[in-house]
């Protein structure tokens, strides 16, 4: 079954093709980051126009280097929720437009829910396992049971954990987008230099949040005094330090969901899942099997969306033409609808 995955709910226009979920025949991602590197932040409007403008030639690509003809696919995946209204409006309507003129199936996908899927292109993951989503938008921790059945048991409860990558960078002017740059940064500071401080929300309802903001705030504050001449206030101390906290707060709920449920399996996703330091903690966590996606999966890519999209298209759930962009995060659905 060939799957035609489309992904626009943000700043990267991307286009996949998959052979039965597994085989990744093509996998094209325009990014935008260059459009945005002045605002040092997506901006919304801009991010929708360009979609417009890639979004025919994106998907022309996918099929080309899959080696295929538009007709041979057997449906169509796109990201619909959560996202950017106006970029999500653009992949969607594209998608509809090819599932109204060829006659194929479409189903609409969670981008979340993707990120997570990521993983199990390159592995056989059995379920059920500790879900660790962390991206520029969204950090979940979640219970996954199956490829429809998540229930999330943590988030943040403000800033997302690329978000707080992104800020940091951007007020002490790293660059954008700052996740890769502070994991570069990291590699050569020292991560004990300062001393931020972490959120515990260890309480009922929000055993497995975590809070962003107080630490970006911290860390921001210490700008003032940055260029004081001191060694420890160098940018590679800084982001060292900041890295450090921001991966320990997610591992130490991770820890804790592995302890409260006895699931010995972990699977994260999301462009976080890219950070080196993140990475060497979940590969270290102590008799745990821990499934990451290759850094290509990890940030925004078409591949993921024609994923999970295969499991939902391979037993007969459709979408219609009625298939709407959705902003927000839904609650998460078993089954189709
Ligand atoms: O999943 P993604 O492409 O988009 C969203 O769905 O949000 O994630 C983008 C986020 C950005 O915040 C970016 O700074 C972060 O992933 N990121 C990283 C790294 N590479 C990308 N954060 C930390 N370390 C990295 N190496
Ligand atoms: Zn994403």
Redesign the pocket.
């Known amino acids: 079954m060939l799957v035609l995955g489309i992904e626009s709910?943000?700043d990267?226009c991307a286009a996949s093709v998959l052979k039965d979920g597994k085989k990744i025949l093509s996998n094209v991602v325009a990014t935008q980051i260059e459009d945005h590197k002045l605002y040092m932040g997506v901006v919304p409007e801009i991010a929708s126009r360009i979609h417009t403008e890639w979004i025919y030639g994106v998907v022309e690509e996918a099929l080309e280097t899959a080696g295929i003809k538009i007709n041979e696919i057997d449906g169509i995946a796109v990201a619909n929720r959560p996202?950017l209204s106006g970029s999500l409006m653009v992949g969607v309507s594209f998608a509809k437009g090819l599932s109204y003129g060829l006659d194929k199936p479409i189903i609409g996908i969670d981008?979340v829910q993707a990120?997570l899927y990521a993983p199990h292109i390159e592995h056989d993951i059995e379920y059920p396992y500790i879900g660790l989503l962390v991206?520029?938008?969204?950090t979940v921790i979640a219970i996954v049971k199956a490829f429809d059945q998540m229930e999330i048991i943590g988030s943040t409860i403000d800033d997302?954990?690329?978000?707080a990558?992104?800020k940091v960078a951007k007020f002490y002017n790293f660059g954008y987008?700052?996740?890769?740059i502070?994991?570069d940064l990291s590699k050569k500071g020292n991560s004990k230099a300062f001393n931020f401080p972490r959120s515990s929300l260890h309480k009922g309802d929000h055993r497995y949040d975590v809070s962003y903001s107080g630490l970006k705030t911290s860390v921001i504050n210490q700008l003032d005094q940055f260029w004081d001449g001191k060694s420890d206030k160098s940018p590679e101390n800084i982001a060292a330090s900041f890295?450090h906290v921001a991966i320990d707060m997610l591992i130490k709920k991770v820890e804790r969901a592995i302890k409260d449920t006895s699931i010995k399996r972990v699977v994260a996703g999301?462009?976080?899942t890219?950070?080196?330091y993140?990475r060497e903690r979940l590969e270290k966590l102590h008799g745990i099997e821990v499934f990451l996606p290759s850094l290509k999966l990890?940030?925004?890519n078409g591949a993921m969306i024609a994923a999970l999209g295969y499991e939902f298209l391979k037993r007969g759930y459709r979408d219609n033409l009625e298939l709407t962009a959705i902003s927000r995060v839904m609650a998460f659905r078993r089954g189709y609808p």
């Open positions: 709910s943000c990267e996202g981008h990120h991206s520029g938008g969204h997302a954990c690329g978000e990558f992104d987008p700052g996740g890769k502070i994991d890295q999301g462009g976080v890219a950070n080196s993140l990890c940030t925004d």
